[in-house]
């Protein structure tokens, strides 16, 4: 039995490829393209290790019970989990496929030239392609995971210049998003929302229902959960707009407007001692913080902050069902088909067999985002409205207000060093609300759609239990690699917070670097050490210093000779599992107090690295994503509910505050993959705080890092 | 209803619709031009940009109606996935896009901007890309992308 979680779940050959059409190899996965470019890297991959052209290879949606069980396409794992899978594959099935052609050919395999889908006799013109030899080929066999794969020097396909999958039908509008459905009789929809979370429907202007329904509109009503759909999808628009204002509410409980960080720190909370590995005990008493001697060391105690973000998709989320009474089939955008088919079978009470759910690609996700509800929103409309499809689209405020959040945190950081600037002792408290409200197989699913709280049957509102696996999720990256004697590292789980949470990219990775980082800097100021020579003092990982030792040079050969310019560097191992990551940022801060950023310096090291641009797109992206939630995003609200329900009242980063990217790639060829999706996030928040610092003399630890904030840590000086 | 006649992609096409319509429905829906997308329907993410005689124009607010006897382009109309025009080749040999839903405005944008200058400077090409909102953070990939087409770098 084989350990690799995805090919205990699918462990023959035949579970990841397919030769059934001619020329063509089909790859079965379980992770799904959120515009990461995974089915790019796992097609170079088949083509590297079984010879076929790139352009032949089809990479399939995944859809439940015809592609293999990967749960989710999550935590930077897909090389780790479908990209392992599939190059072991791809190498058991050459073997087997060499054999074949030998006796086939009957000529030694070691006679035998792979390319271009075939097998050529050397020095001869006979040969014989996959195609010609899948009659004679048995694949329901288990993935060799020993097979001897690829020698990376023979490496011809992979990280060579590719257009990825998709990109060209991108380009000319012919890509087909779950927003661009069109299928058979297929009715448009809509929701209409009540104000906030704690609102239950108290009535329905009768007169408006009746014209609906004369003008052939359907309205769904279930408990509080209202709809509408039309065969026209301006119809529904409009139908909304009317069932909205026929809607009256009344308001349950209001939220909490509370200093969100106060309650961050009184509410109701589960606190755990973090261990070696990054792992919460359920046993360990959480140690007294540690005074150290004021003559030998030098203290320093900050507070780190960050708001609550939003995964803010650029496409409201949207979801697609048909039901004709017995079968249900779901099209979702989301990360995780399977999970998703459990939360719907446990809230309508269905047989497994009769729920089929088809990914199609969407607007990008970034984790738990509305893709998972707007699903579960079109299957409850479908169940009322039989036969007829139903694309059900989110609108931006529906977005905006209703998706979960990624968690409010709060960091206390006390941390010492001795006389030869070398840490002794190191305290991180971190608070923060879940960041897995994902629905989970197995653990009550259906609880995390945000409508099931909403229809007759209602149920009620989850509470995610802390993850007490390593990294998991409030705690993720607490630890950090520095040497330093037993940290204390406590994780918090606060309970009772006012906003909807769950899976933003990175989990409390962001938060935890952006502290980590910005302590860092500040204890190798106080020690009047070069921040660098100050993390390469505590290192003994020599993957972790290749990447810093690197990143100086990058940025000594890419600085600018601008006086007023601050640079500031960040580091970590996303996880201390997946890819090594080093950012260096140069900003300035104008007038206006506003920060303008001028360079990103970005080194990684993945392993071995497949996709080399789709490696670059995500660190660059990851980038830019995390430069925006530290500069300009939080999420407003008041006891009437969310503020921020539309680009002006949450802004994101813009065309005109992007700098120049100096990218840098650690080649290690035939070492395993590292997960390289969410590696760049933290320290890019980090290394913006200690270039800030470095540029105003400001140390600002509270996000975001607008000019209000800026203005006001000046007047704190 | 009503019937309305657009220029769509050089075709002139009659369509029976409710006349409030925003154009963008019209041309995804009736037309299936669903290059256009819906991002906020409220003109602030650039995601539905269309060209409307020219000039790049949010499709998701104003009437299908108002554009009649104006020439309407979509991405659909500079090329197709084997013959892509200079600004969709150039962007896609740059593998611009991640989730590629706010491409096509932005493949817009540029077009419009590309036809009226070979050299735009960098002020123009920020105030035309300054129209689009992106989350997946592919802003740099899409600036390097113009800088090559301005640099004349497309062969």
């Known amino acids: ?717 | 209803m009503a019937e309305i006649n657009l220029s769509v992609n050089g075709n002139i096409i009659s369509v029976d619709i409710d006349p409030d319509t925003p154009l963008i429905y019209v041309l995804r829906n009736d037309l299936d031009y669903t290059g256009a997308k819906l991002g906020c329907a409220l003109e602030q993410c650039g995601a539905c940009m269309v060209l409307v005689d020219g000039e790049p124009t949010n499709s998701c607010v104003r009437a299908a109606a108002e554009f009649e006897g104006m020439q309407i382009e979509t991405v659909e109309g500079f090329g197709t996935p084997d013959k892509m025009s200079e600004v969709q080749q150039v962007f896609a040999e740059e593998n611009v896009a991640q989730c590629g839903y706010c491409t096509a405005g932005i493949v817009c944008s540029v077009t419009a901007l590309f036809r009226k200058t070979r050299t735009p400077s960098d002020e123009q090409i920020k105030e035309t890309l300054n129209r689009h909102l992106c989350r997946c953070g592919s802003h740099s990939r899409i600036l390097d992308a113009v800088d090559r087409i301005r640099a004349g770098e497309t062969i």
């Open chain 1, 1 to 717: 039995m084989s350990k690799h979680s995805s090919l205990s779940n699918s462990p023959w050959v035949s579970d990841w490829l397919d030769f059934s059409c001619e020329g063509e190899l089909i790859l079965h996965t379980g992770k799904v393209d959120i515009g990461q470019r995974i089915t790019t890297a796992l097609a170079l991959i088949a083509a590297e290790e079984l010879s076929i052209p790139f352009d032949d290879i089809t990479v399939r949606k995944t859809r439940t019970d015809v592609d293999p069980n990967e749960g989710y396409t999550a935590g930077s794992f897909s090389m780790q989990h479908s990209g392992y899978a599939i190059k072991k594959a791809s190498a058991t099935a050459r073997h087997i496929f060499t054999k074949k052609a030998s006796e086939r050919l009957n000529v030694a395999e070691q006679e035998l030239e792979i390319s271009d889908g075939q097998f050529r006799a050397t020095g001869t013109n006979r040969s014989v392609t996959y195609w010609e030899l899948i009659s004679d080929v048995m694949l329901d066999v288990d993935v060799d995971e020993e097979v001897e794969t690829k020698n990376p020097t023979d490496y011809s396909t992979q990280n060579k210049p590719h257009i990825a999958k998709g990109m060209a039908e991108i380009m000319t509008g012919k890509y087909q998003f779950l927003h661009d459905l069109k299928l058979d009789n297929m009715l448009h929809a809509r929701i209409v929302r009540p104000p906030h979370y704690h609102c239950e429907l108290e009535s329905l202007d009768s007169d408006v229902l009746n014209r609906l329904k004369q003008e052939n509109i359907h309205v769904v009503q279930d408990g509080s959960f209202l709809a509408v759909a039309a065969s026209q999808e301006y119809q529904a628009v409009k139908a909304a707009r009317r069932l909205s204002l026929a809607a009256k509410w009344k308001s349950v409980k209001q939220l909490s407007e509370e200093n969100i960080y106060s309650q961050l720190t009184s509410n109701n909370k589960d606190s755990f001692f973090v261990e070696k590995g990054c792992i919460p005990s359920a046993t360990r008493e959480i140690p007294e913080l540690e005074q150290m001697d004021e003559d030998e060391n030098k203290t320093i105690s900050a507070t780190f902050r960050k708001p609550y973000h939003m995964h803010a998709s650029i496409g409201p989320s949207a979801g697609c069902a048909s039901f004709d009474g017995d079968a249900l089939i779901v099209w979702t955008h989301n990360q995780g088909v399977y999970p998703l088919r459990a939360a719907i079978t446990e809230a309508f009470d269905m047989a497994t067999d009769n729920v089929t759910v088809q990914f199609v690609p969407g607007s990008g996700v970034y984790g738990h985002n509305g893709a998972d509800d707007a699903a579960f929103d079109a299957a409850i409309i479908a169940r009322h409205i039989r036969g007829h499809p139903i694309l059900l689209k989110w609108t931006r405020d529906d977005e905006h207000s209703w998706e979960p959040y990624g968690s409010a945190m709060q960091c206390e950081i006390q941390a010492s060093i001795d006389k030869n600037g070398k840490i002794s002792s190191w305290s991180h408290e971190t608070f923060a609300d879940t960041f897995l409200a994902r629905p989970i197989t197995g653990k009550q699913p259906a609880t995390r759609m945000v409508s099931a709280h909403y229809i007759e049957d209602a149920l009620p509102w989850p509470i995610a239990e802390p993850m007490m696996v390593p990294h998991g999720g409030i705690h993720r990256n607490m630890e950090m690699l520095y040497e330093m004697p037993e940290p204390r590292l406590v994780k918090n789980r606060v309970y009772d917070l006012p906003l909807r949470t769950s899976a933003l990219r990175t989990l409390g990775a962001y938060g935890n670097v952006f502290a980590n980082e910005s302590m860092i800097n500040e204890l190798a100021e106080s020690a009047n050490i070069d921040p660098f020579n100050f993390r390469l003092n505590h290192l003994k990982d020599e993957r972790a210093i290749a990447v810093l030792v690197k990143l100086q040079q990058v940025m000594e050969d890419n600085s600018r000779d601008e006086e007023q310019f601050g640079y500031g560097i960040g580091f970590a191992r996303y996880k201390n599992s997946a890819a090594y990551c080093a950012i260096g940022v140069c900003l300035s801060v104008n007038e206006a107090a506003e920060v303008k950023l001028h360079d990103a310096y970005i080194v990684c090291d993945a392993g071995e690295i497949v996709d080399a641009e789709g490696v670059r797109a995500q660190l660059e992206g990851g980038f830019i994503q995390a430069a925006s939630w530290t500069l300009y995003e939080q999420v407003l609200y008041e006891r009437d509910g969310i503020v921020s329900r539309d680009w002006d009242t949450y802004p994101i980063i813009t065309f005109d505050n992007i700098p120049q990217m100096h990218t840098h790639l650690i080649v290690n060829p035939g070492m395993p993959y590292l997960g390289a999706g969410e590696g760049a996030a933290g320290p890019t928040a980090a290394a913006i705080g200690n270039a800030l610092k470095d540029a105003t003399g400001l140390r600002v630890r509270e996000m975001p890092f607008n000019p209000d904030r800026i203005m006001a840590a000046a007047l704190e000086e």
